[in-house]
């Protein structure tokens, strides 16, 4: 039996069979609900509201576990936990909607040479004639060789099916693209000398596109956008699920990812008022399961020790068989994976970095929905990865959300009267006839200097503990007694909800922090010393980060925050240097190789170093330059506390 849900307020009709899953409904049709777990029924974001004489099975154990009591008596349920049993009207409430996430596209650009993949070579053939009858494929050839073009070519078939026209129009004058020296990979009638490439980072959370002149080494437009994978989960993990559980799992992302990058193209190409066709070259960089489910291969591996991967070599593909819109005879070079979660997306972080050649010791985080972290110098480098963006982006927090507008992104909180300042994107843009944009959730950025902050003002102590003493209005119990801090009153919201950071939030942020602490401490007892020269942080987390706040709760080891070095999307700028230049991609090759992969938490002592560092900053490591901080607060946390903490 067939049933109509009407999803409001966009008013979008669906239909649907008995018992379908409200989620799955909503996926189909294109809904934007959010949902970080993928629909696995732990994040509880999903929320929709129904008429409380909608027809629907009793509420079960993880609504009433994730949804508050007011919720379920107002008709709040998971969308997740939802079966379709009759016509219904299901109402997304504003917190619950997927709104645009700020996305980071530039990192810190570095000369690089102009050595692109492809060369244009314009050729003036002789005309046949009854003597000379060579055929037009190796009239082509003998020009190329004429023009001081030795060795083996060959020559796409697209190429080959196109050329008696292409030769003619030109009245045997044409230009045509050589790839690596090697394949003729499109041709043109007469002179062109303009030719296009674009770069793409591909994240699990969102894509960064690069449009290149690779006659002249510009970057001619940029842009950015969601990947639409994040309907069926936010982190890897989550991915890898719904290829493994779904039988059309794999199909349903693969496609998903697809589209995105012909859109990111199309809307590249119409920026810099140019075809789809002179654009003829692609470098791509991803994380492991991107990189799996994008080729259209099995992640199943990925998500089993020992996380073994199809393939870690650079790979040269056809870019009409990958089903990408640019010219039909180029390629799509995907940048090689270093092992396990760590890929090409590192690699290419690393690339832009010249980590690989410097001597001085650097630590490199890059912390996106997966983390990856790399310790060393052009002696040794080694890397590692952890499990930390779910949290920090959002998924694993209350109130959490992506930073889009409405999202708290700064937090200043008074050491002595305990009360808040936020600072909210979008904040100072006012929406007409709606007054200034109100918060909605929190992000990553504020996350870490709320955490930070309430440690500063003595409301959480180093241990992560609410202070229940402290004397602070917005300090509460919940309905199950657990104490949580008012961020933000129903009445100064965008969802008419408190905002709060709970007990259960802190623990989520310090379990985070630990996991990429411990493995930064690991790295660095392999390589044999106890500090680094620099701190590099590069993705958007650790672009947008305060990072006088990421030093407070102990994200890495103690350092002056001036040795602290932001470095924007490092993986996005490495894809361009591989698409400027050739010999950018035969480095890549090499630090894939010279990278030592570490498992941490595999080591014996994974969990000791885990455990110390779940306080604020270490429970053991000192601190000095937080200990400077704190003691430089008025009124800030008791000098036992501070003890503790250094």
């Known amino acids: 039996m067939q049933h109509t849900v009407i999803f409001e307020p966009e008013g979008c009709r669906a239909t649907c069979e008995e018992q379908s899953n409200l989620l799955a409904v909503a996926r189909r049709y294109g809904i934007d609900l959010e949902s970080p777990c993928g629909g696995t029924q732990v994040c509880g974001k999903c929320t929709i509201q129904l008429d409380q004489n909608t027809i629907l099975a009793e509420v079960c154990e993880q609504e009433k576990k994730l949804l508050s009591p007011e919720d379920l008596q107002q008709g709040y349920r998971l969308a997740c936990c939802t079966e379709v049993k009759g016509d219904l ?5 504003e917190r619950s909607r997927r709104t645009q996430q700020v996305i980071l596209e530039n990192g810190r650009a570095t000369p690089c040479s102009l050595h692109p993949a492809i060369r244009l070579v314009f050729l003036e053939l002789d005309k046949p004639s009854l003597i000379d009858s060579r055929d037009d494929c190796r009239r082509l050839v003998d020009g190329l060789h004429a023009a001081g073009i030795t060795g083996e070519l060959t020559i796409d078939y ?3 099916r196109h050329l008696p026209t292409i030769v003619r129009d030109g009245r ?18 007469g002179q062109v000398e303009r030719m296009y490439g674009v770069a793409i980072d591909i994240g699990t959370t969102t894509i960064a596109g690069f449009l290149g002149a690779l006659h002249s080494g510009a970057i001619v437009a940029q842009n950015s956008l969601t990947n639409s994978q ?27 990812i697809l589209a995105d990058i012909n859109s990111l193209i199309e809307r590249l190409a119409t920026a810099a008022g140019i075809s789809l066709n002179e654009i003829v070259d692609l470098t791509l960089v991803f994380n492991t399961v991107m990189h799996h489910i994008f080729l259209g291969i099995s992640p199943d591996a990925l998500g089993r020790s020992p996380f073994i991967s199809a393939t870690r070599q650079a790979l040269d593909i056809k870019a009409r068989d990958l089903g990408i819109a640019i010219n039909s005879g180029c390629y799509a070079h995907c940048l090689p994976i270093e092992a396990g979660f760590v890929g090409a997306d590192n690699v290419a972080v690393l690339l832009a970095e010249n980590a690989c050649n410097n001597e001085p010791i650097q630590l490199l985080i890059d912390i996106g929905t997966n983390g990856e972290i790399n310790v060393g110098n052009r002696e040794r480098m080694l890397s590692a990865s952890c499990a930390t963006g779910p949290a920090f982006e959002g998924a694993q927090i209350k109130h959490g959300m992506r930073a889009a507008e409405g999202a708290i992104e700064r937090v200043c909180i008074d050491p002595v009267s305990k009360e808040p300042s936020v600072q909210i994107i979008g904040g100072q843009q006012p929406q007409t006839g709606k007054g200034p944009v109100r918060a909605k959730g929190i992000c990553g950025s504020g996350i870490i200097d709320v955490a930070a902050e309430l440690f500063k003002a003595g409301v959480v102590l180093a241990d992560g503990r609410f202070d229940k003493s402290a004397t602070c209005a917005r300090l509460r119990p919940d309905a199950n007694g657990k104490y949580e801090y008012v961020l933000a009153w129903a009445h100064e919201t965008m969802t008419g909800q408190d905002i709060v950071i709970t007990q259960k939030d802190i623990r989520a942020i310090q379990l985070a922090k630990s996991a990429l602490y411990a493995g930064i401490k690991l790295l660095m007892r392999r390589l044999g010393i106890d500090k680094v020269d620099t701190v590099l942080l590069a993705g958007a987390f650790g672009s947008y980060i305060n990072v006088e706040s990421a030093l407070v709760i102990g994200l890495f080891p103690d350092c002056a925050v001036e040795d602290v070095v932001v470095v924007g999307n490092a993986a996005g700028e490495g894809a361009k240097r591989a698409l400027f230049d050739v010999g950018q991609r035969q480095e890549a090759a090499r630090i894939a190789t010279f990278v030592e992969f570490i498992e941490t938490a595999a080591e014996a002592d994974f969990a000791t170093h885990f455990a110390d560092a779940m306080f604020f900053p270490h429970r053991s490591d000192r601190f ?23």
Request: one cysteine or more; charged letters at 20%; hydrophobic letters at 45%.
């Open 89 to 93: 009207v299901a109402f997304i409430p």
């Open 230 to 256: 994040v309907q069926y989960g936010d982190d890897v993990i989550s991915r890898i699920s719904c290829c493994m559980l779904e039988d059309d799992g794999l199909e349903k992302l693969h496609c998903a």
């Open 624 to 646: 000095p330059h937080v200990q400077h901080l704190l003691d430089a607060i008025p009124g800030a946390q008791p000098s036992a506390v501070k003890e503790a903490a250094s």
């Open 172 to 189: 045997w004058n044409l230009t045509i693209g050589l790839w690596q020296e090697k394949e003729i990979v499109f041709a043109v009638p």
């Open 158 to 160: 697209q190429v080959l």
